[in-house]
């Protein structure tokens, strides 16, 4: 997507140990216009991939809610965030499952209530990055808990050098990111639109 | 506002000690046509409040984002979700401030970098609750660190019962609230439309 590839390449900051900032349009502050459109590309290309039928977004809090809404505005469909931490509105019998967490150390929790994520649900899986895919295949887990359907994965940026796509390969689903970073050394961010080219 | 009086009146429940359970469309899964309404009607009632010129939208993480992201949309300006926890990619520097958490237990801080919150900005503040009023409080406090102006304050469920309106009329700007709790014994939540009558 050309609008978020021209953002990362005019503000995103290479923090080092693979960390990229871009926390002026994704991981703090949200460009309303560029969240809105990326949400609308998702679509596009999950129906240009065949994938239909969709009942449910689910993502994980923090970041990833900005861009499962507005895909889930573009849908016309509800959106669950898997919590982090456990609030007390959430009943016992819930559905967790783990992930490392990339930028903030340790592992993460990720819960979702049965009440919102059925059997029936047909899902699409979004999220801001994908690097590794432990994220990914955490909420994946909690997907097949509940029997529900994974039918296709949208993350905004992704990581080619961590290797998560190859790494969410057994899922069978399409996995559509709309930007991605091959590599990123001291100033220089290599990154591409996966739609040209 | 209608719509979120009546879903509150169908789905709400009272788990006890002033707790409201919204998690089918405000805490954990987001209905996506109510979420984008609600923020619309939050542009409209601050427009009719005479609150106008607004640069930013700030609100805390988790579940201020996705009304804040809708009423962004709305006005096309960016969005500041503060962080409760930092991430490694928020640069020392950055403004802090605490609050208690009122599901969780404990004190929660909440940071904000100041990249992206300036002192020429005007900014309203928009959450999911007004309870107390201790969150919206720390919110503001961190606005006022920055050197920006708070224009207004707009949350989706205000419980009355809780006197946060009365704890925040010192700042002296325009509160908005789409829904008003007033009492829940057991079942009975009694809640209104404050645009009615």
Known sequence: ????????????????????????????????????????????????????????????????????????????????????HRPITMPEGFYASQAPSHTKGGIVQLMVSPEYLLPSDRVLLIDDFLATGKTIHALAELIAECGATLCGIGCLVEKSFESGRTQLAHLNVPIVTLAIVDSMEGDAIVVRDPNEG
Not at 37 to 45: A, K
Not at 53 to 73: D, H, N, Q, R, Y
Request: aromatic share 4%; proline share 4%.
């Open 1 to 84: 997507m050309k609008a978020l590839v021209e953002r990362i390449r005019k503000e995103g900051r290479n923090l080092g140990r693979g960390i990229l900032k871009v926390d002026g349009f994704i991981n703090h502050q949200l460009d309303p216009v560029l969240t809105a459109e990326m949400g609308q590309e998702f679509v596009r290309r999950f129906a240009a991939a065949g994938v239909t039928g969709i009942t449910k977004i689910i993502t994980a809090e923090v970041s990833g809610i900005a861009p499962a809404l507005t895909t889930a505005i573009a849908l016309s469909v509800p959106v669950v965030y898997a919590r982090k």
